[in-house]
């Protein structure tokens, strides 16, 4: 009797990047469990932990539910004409006095297409300025740019289900799979049953390592040296694609002398990294019928992270590993809808469909629907805001979906900058570290409570459906943008449903999502982008026979090299225009001072700032605590025991965990999460940026622990 009264929506995970599908079971109003979508391309039937437990948060009884707005240094609860004419007037104001310019927002990756879309068209088309960006600057920003530049599209080339069904060698860089793609993890292992070889580059001993045929053990920061090594074996040893280099490619011949340094002998020497392993790694990528790459946070997160990237294309183009099943360049994106966020124009230099703001035709064609004229001069990106607040340049910031005090690097810095902002507007689900800064906070719909779409880690566009109502006064975020535009006297942004703002996209951006109505999304389980017409049937691979999409056609190969760090030899980037070289380096050494290098990333049980994973009671009792990893070699020589509370400290402040002694880590390296508020490694991390892209150098910075004794 009970089963009649459940009802099942289906819907796409609010986690990771690979973007799987599942039902939502039902009862009187609430979501009281999960069941996997065996039909779905890529979980087939699976899901992870956080798949199946992670849902609790939609009915914490911590959900924000009625606007906010500071009195007196308090927040307290208003109606929505309260909020929104004050943020209206605030806006207006600033505007006025300031400029379009000094307005910025953050946007999204959390929330759907449809609110990314909403959020860039308030910023470019009510305020007037393009410095709207997301969390994509501080995670895949690097890949953005680096296979722009190479190939041509920022984005995965290939499809997750092509690993299981094709590839044949996997080459892993720089990506804790089973933790933070645990799907794609899965793919990979049935590939490995089926007789394929797995390579894992990776400074940490994780999950996927331990299964790997070979792995190499590359330190933090030296991925060039690694990839160019790789690139000089395949040169020497005949194994390059010669003919699809002469007719798809353009830069070859400059990479064979930028890379003839990069002996097997020599990396070693700068890497530690055994020659016979590199040499075995670079045979067996070289000789492969099918090889892809698959890569995240460990490949982008540097200052050098775009030319990671493109020395990653270069391995695949000269192999002529790309525009076939099973090979590629995949970047595996982070949050749920990274992907979406970026192909919404949640960027400073993009419109939506990454149409580049500075182009005259570009801002014409969404001139002509939104009714407006829009700026020309590319916004600013997250990490250059906090010193353009500083500078007094921007007054207002409105943070949609995002928790930057956590998130991003040098919370100490960030929240200074905040200090000085004339208003902070935060529209969440939660008081968050960063609400708790805001002058107002709006409460958000959150993914189980709307509808839309959200884009996966391989261009796959699927439906989100609406299955329970927000709680209290909670809006949808479109619904609060829209309102707020007609405040301003922007009625251009008022819709009645979530379906005609996608309508709109597909619209403006026919090259991408011209064929993805609702109803065909509806009936293929979602479709990859491109998919122009109704009658396409998306793209789940991209190159096809070598046809790049860059302006003229070929992939660009760039020259990387990488400058060990020696003072009198240090050049902190470089592009030439004649020969494409990029030059990469690490911002911060380890020295006498601070003699540990620190690397960050997640834990399979959490997610990103633990905003809604930390809600989860199965969740946080799995992961209820930072547990620093410490390399038994150097907890000997600190005096330091398992589950002893550690000072972690860097130049830029210190906080107290526990330590894990393990062999997960080398000695010298020490590893951090950013899901705990108590102990949060981006209180540590530097602000150093890559110059192309401005991605923070999260992997690596210089540390120091030691042991708190209970005085
Ligand atoms: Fe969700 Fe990612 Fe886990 Fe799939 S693998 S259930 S998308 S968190």
């Known amino acids: 009797m009970k089963k009649d009264k459940i009802e099942k929506v289906l819907t796409t995970c609010p986690y990771c990047g690979c973007g799987c599908n599942f039902y939502l079971n039902i009862e009187n109003g609430k979501i009281v469990g999960v069941e996997p979508d065996n039909l779905h391309p890529v979980n087939k039937g699976e899901l992870c932990i956080k798949g199946y437990f992670g849902y609790d948060y939609v009915h914490d009884p911590r959900r924000l539910t009625s606007p906010l707005v500071k009195k007196d240094g308090t927040l307290v609860p208003v109606s929505w004409d309260e909020a929104l004419d004050y943020v209206a007037g605030r806006l207006k104001q600033i505007k006025q006095e300031s400029g379009p310019d000094a307005f910025a927002l953050f946007s999204s990756a959390r929330s759907i297409n449809e609110d990314n879309y909403m959020a860039q068209k308030f910023t470019r088309a009510v305020m007037g300025t393009n410095n709207v960006d997301h969390c994509a600057r501080l995670c895949h920003a690097s890949t953005v740019a680096g296979l722009a530049m190479t190939l041509g599209s920022g984005a995965m080339t290939n499809s997750i289900p092509e690993i299981s069904a ?66 000089n074996v395949v040169i020497k040893e005949g194994l390059v694609k010669t003919d699809f280099i002469k007719e798809h490619t353009v830069g070859f011949e400059e990479l064979v002398k930028a890379v003839e340094g990069y002996t097997p002998e020599y990396v070693e020497k700068l890497t530690g990294i055994p020659q016979k392993d590199l040499v075995k790694a670079a045979r067996i990528y070289g000789k492969a019928g099918a090889a892809v790459i698959l890569y995240t946070m460990g490949i982008t997160q540097f200052s050098h992270g775009t030319g990671n990237v493109a020395d990653c294309a270069n391995l695949a183009l000269i192999t002529g590993n790309i525009g076939r099943p099973g090979t590629g360049v995949d ?43 829009l700026p020309s001069i590319p916004g600013l990106k997250v990490t250059e805001v906090p010193d353009a607040i500083l500078n007094h340049c921007v007054r207002a910031l409105y943070v949609f979906g995002e928790n930057p005090v956590m998130s991003d690097p040098d919370s100490d810095h960030l929240r200074h900058a905040f200090e000085h902002l004339d208003l902070l507007v935060v529209q969440d689900i939660f008081l968050t570290e960063t609400a708790r800064l805001a002058d107002v906070v709006l409460p958000a719909a959150c993914w189980g409570e709307k509808d839309g779409t959200f884009t996966n880690t391989e261009r796959r566009v699927q439906r989100v459906r609406k299955a329970v109502d927000p709680p209290g006064n909670a809006k949808f975020d479109w619904w609060i943008f829209s309102k707020l535009a007609e405040k301003m006297g922007y009625t251009g942004m008022s819709y009645n449903n979530v379906e005609e703002i996608w309508d709109e996209i597909r619209r403006l951006v026919p090259e991408k999502f011209g064929g993805m109505s609702y109803e065909r999304l509806d009936n ?98 799995m992961g209820p605590q930072e547990q620093v990893e410490v390399n038994p070699l150097d907890a000997a020589r600190l005096g330091i025991n398992d589950g002893d509370f550690i000072k972690i400290s860097t130049r830029r402040g210190y906080v107290a965990a526990r330590a894990w002694k393990t062999e997960r880590v080398p000695k010298g390296t020490i590893f951090m999460t950013f899901h705990y508020w108590e102990a949060c490694c981006n209180e540590l991390t530097n602000t150093a940026i890559d110059p192309i892209c401005c991605i923070p150098e999260f992997k690596v910075g210089a540390a120091k622990i030691e042991k708190i004794t209970p005085s």
């Open 524 to 621: 293929n389980r979602g479709l990859q982008w491109p998919c122009p017409t109704e009658d396409h049937p998306g793209t789940p691979f991209l190159y096809k026979g070598g046809k790049f999409s860059t302006p003229t056609g070929k992939a660009q190969i760039y020259s990387i090299l990488f400058n060990t760090g020696n003072p009198d030899t240090k050049l902190d980037f470089e592009v030439k225009e004649n020969g494409k070289v990029i030059i990469g380096s690490i911002a911060e050494l380890p020295d006498e001072e601070y003699p540990l290098v620190l690397t960050t990333g997640r834990r399979v049980y959490h997610y990103h700032t633990g905003t809604m994973t930390r809600k989860s009671p199965i969740l946080n009792q």
């Open 331 to 373: 970047p595996l994106r982070g949050q749920n809808n990274v992907q979406g966020a970026c192909d919404m124009g949640a960027l400073p230099t993009d419109l939506p469909g990454y149409l580049k703001v500075n182009v005259e035709e570009n801002r014409a064609r969404f001139e002509k629907i939104w009714g407006v004229k």
């Open 166 to 231: 094709y590839s044949d060698v996997i080459f892993i860089i720089g990506s804790n799979t089973s933790e933070c793609h645990p799907l794609i993890a899965s793919c990979v292992l049935k590939a490995k049953e089926r007789g394929a070889k797995l390579i894992v580059a990776d400074p940490r001993m994780t999950e996927i390592a331990n299964k790997a045929d070979i792995w190499l053990r590359v330190p933090s920061g030296y991925n060039i040296p690694l990839i160019n090594g790789m690139i």
